[in-house]
């Protein structure tokens, strides 16, 4: 049987997703726009021109979505945002590397607003774009390791029999020896590093082209938090011998000093960092079980945290914050 929607409206958990992905969306179409005025490899152009065309026509679905409730449609990022014809700010390695991260953000979004939607037309709108991120996920992961581009995970040991853990020092991390990384606090930290060097590479493209004295600071110092927190994963890595994540990215940015978009836009993709941060530590956290490690995600956490409520006081100092969708405020509507 058909399922009917006229007296089923979208709930709180789904317009909000459907809300985000409007803004995700749009903010991505506007980076890949300029990114595809300045593009040498075409293999590279080849993953762009489909991610561009994927947040379109995503966009295209929110849209109708929205229209079909009389749901105000979203302002998001425009034209405004972009400028086509500026300079070259990264190069193409750069722009792969931004993609498969953002495929990566957009696959654990889609997976959570999946797993609240109730309406059949919302499941299977975020199950596509599970599917879709997920095929895009997969072929610029893949053209990665054919660039050269991508990092090679370590090989653990493969043990003689199942073992179960008899010290107490399984947990330690504060005083005494240390045991060595688990499989994954050693996936968790490698993930961290290369995202960190994502993030140092774009924010220090920011800082150079920002017309903002104020927002070329603010950048400058997302810039050095993030180099301290690569700094604080590789030498964690390093203590047990292994591959020290990822190097800096900054020989990927060009000296280019005039801005290709729009400082609302530049703000927000350093709050998409920050806070996908603050979320994939937490997670660290849960899985590393060695008491040293769950202290520096703890404190890394804080430190991002202070520059993400920073971040939100632009924001509405200068504007930019789009009102998301928010219950009614029944107190006010009662005087």
């Not at 953002?102 to 596509?128: C, E, N, P, T």
């Not at 072929?139 to 581009?149: E, I, W």
């Not at 030498?235 to 978009?261: C, R, Y």
Request: a neutral charge.
């Amino acid at each position: 049987m058909e399922e009917k929607h006229t007296n089923s409206r979208l709930t709180a958990s789904e317009v909000s997703h459907l809300w985000t992905a409007f803004q995700s969306n749009t903010l991505a179409i506007c980076g890949l726009t300029h990114f595809l005025t300045h593009i040498d490899d075409q293999d590279i152009k080849g993953i762009l021109k489909e991610s561009k065309l994927l947040a379109e026509q995503k966009n295209n679905e929110v849209i109708a979505l929205f229209k079909a409730e009389d749901y105000p449609i979203p302002k998001g990022f425009t034209e405004e945002d972009v400028e086509p014809d500026a300079p070259r700010l990264f190069s193409d390695a750069l722009y792969l590397e931004y993609v498969l991260n953002m495929s990566i953000m957009s696959l654990s979004m889609y997976s959570m607003a999946l797993s609240v939607s109730d309406r059949k037309d919302v499941i299977q709108f975020f199950s596509g774009c599970l599917t879709s991120t997920k095929e895009l996920y997969i072929k610029t992961k893949a053209l990665s390791k054919v660039k050269g581009l991508s990092s090679k995970n370590p090989v653990l040991p493969t043990p003689q029999q199942v073992e179960f853990v008899k010290k107490d020092s399984f947990l330690a991390g504060w005083f005494g020896e240390r045991r060595p990384l688990l499989g994954i606090e050693i996936s968790n930290l490698l993930f961290h590093s290369q995202r960190n060097a994502l993030g140092h590479a774009l924010i220090t493209g920011f800082s150079q082209v920002s017309p903002s004295k104020e927002l070329r600071r603010f950048f400058e110092r997302g810039r050095d938090i993030s180099e301290k927190h690569l700094s604080v994963f590789t030498k964690l890595l390093h203590v047990d011998n292994l591959p020290q994540g990822s190097p800096l990215l900054t020989s990927e940015v060009t000296t280019s000093t005039t801005a290709p978009f729009s400082d609302k836009l530049m703000m927000y993709v350093v709050s998409t960092l920050i806070n996908s941060s603050i979320g994939e530590y937490g997670i660290s956290i849960s899985t590393s079980p060695r008491h040293d490690l769950a202290l520096q995600y703890t404190r890394l956490i804080a430190e991002i945290s202070k520059y993400a409520n920073d971040s939100a006081n632009i924001f509405i100092e200068k504007g930019w914050m789009e009102q998301p969708p928010i219950a009614a405020d029944r107190k006010e509507l009662a005087k």
